[in-house]
């Protein structure tokens, strides 16, 4: 295969990131499909990208998060080092099988530095990228105004490499073995296949961004009575957020938080009616394999980052002159305070006729 055929994505992280990228290298797979793609990422999503038919070789890195709330001290050294190592590690693989082409969507300038390991090639970036990153670039792609959302902005690149995106490239793989997993987790619990399944996520990296205790118990609660089976999704590290609701709650939750690989949460949404929780990659993760979204919204912009297209609701406190102030942490947060339970509990119990007006329209 010609070099020129291959063709690498940098995108590491987040998790919502990379799921706004998929779509890209779907169109570009499906114009030309004997095109090679490859992808740098966080090695804690590669098995996102395993179960995905388009992408051809993973390159998995891990570099110790240094905004993360929980980095110690010595967290730029620890980063420092692992970068170090991850250049060294992607220019040995990079020279023995050379790209043609390479598109930083992360934008940064250690993103730069990880496709400057790739040999000769195209490098291919944002004209409005931070850090210094438009100067690795030998082309760099301009933003128009109008364009605003996070996935619009990476389907520039396609536009730039020529190919049309079309409906059938959004979509969410998963694989036999996620599927079987999840079947497990629900037999086990009782739930058979027509159980009405209602994916929660509570919780969020951000402080700011999550919900209080006592209104997810009472939301859980309503739709419970309501005849809808909640299943609160996450992390193991999401647990202790978790089992507080779950302790405010009269009905017994079920908890997917820690229990299920990030394939088998990611199937779990699919099977799932709809989705409720804040803005966190699961959310867009359902929005990507089309299911109902009720999202609630408070430091961050829905226009730039919410669910992409899809049927649902986003939720917002209304009159506060700090919304969307993009902070993470928050002492007051009148942003999530000022949704009520019945804002959302009506939202969700709206979807079922929002959606079979959508189906009428197609």
């Not at 402080?207 to 089976?229: C, F, H, I, Y």
Request: proline content about 6%; hydrophobic content about 45%; glycine content about 8%.
């Amino acid at each position: 295969m010609a070099v020129q055929e291959r063709i690498l994505i940098i995108k590491p992280s987040s998790l919502g990131d990379i799921i706004h990228t998929l779509p890209l290298a779907h169109a570009l797979k499906r114009c030309r499909p004997q095109r090679s793609i490859g992808w740098v990422v966080e090695r804690a999503f590669q098995s996102l990208l395993k179960a995905d038919p388009t992408i051809d070789a993973i390159y998995p890195i891990h570099i110790p998060s240094t905004s993360d709330p929980d980095a110690g001290k010595f967290a730029y050294l620890s980063a420092l080092g692992a970068t170090a190592a991850t250049l060294g590690q992607l220019r040995r693989n990079f020279k023995a099988y050379p790209y043609g082409m390479v598109l930083d969507l992360q934008a940064s300038f250690r993103s730069g530095l990880l496709a400057l390991m790739n040999p000769g090639g195209r490098r291919v970036g944002f004209a409005d990228a931070r850090e210094l990153n438009t100067l690795f670039q030998h082309e760099r792609i301009a933003v128009p105004a109008a364009v605003t959302h996070a996935l619009d902005k990476n389907l520039l690149f396609a536009s730039h490499l020529g190919c049309e995106v079309r409906p059938e490239d959004f979509f969410l793989s998963t694989t036999a073995e996620a599927e079987e997993e999840m079947d497990a987790f629900l037999h086990a619990a009782g739930l058979h296949s027509g159980t009405r399944l209602v994916y929660m996520q509570p919780a969020a990296r951000w402080q700011s961004k999550q919900w209080l205790v006592e209104r997810w118990a009472q939301l859980a609660d309503r739709l419970t009575a309501s005849g809808m089976q909640c299943v609160f999704g996450g992390s193991a590290a999401d647990l202790p957020l978790l089992q507080q609701i779950g302790a405010a709650m009269e009905h017994r939750p079920l908890i997917a938080a820690g229990r299920l690989s990030l394939l088998a949460g990611a199937a779990l949404i699919k099977r799932s009616a709809l989705y409720v929780g804040v803005d966190t990659g699961p959310m867009h993760m359902a929005a990507l394999a089309g299911r109902p979204v009720v999202a609630l919204f408070g430091p961050t912009h829905p226009e730039r980052v919410g669910p992409y297209k899809t049927v649902g609701r986003v939720l917002q406190a209304k009159g506060l002159d700090c919304l969307c102030c993009r902070r993470r942490a928050c002492s007051h947060q009148s942003c999530m305070q000022g949704i009520s339970v019945e804002m959302v509990e009506q939202a969700v119990l709206d979807l079922p006729a929002q959606e079979n007006r959508n189906l009428g329209r197609r």
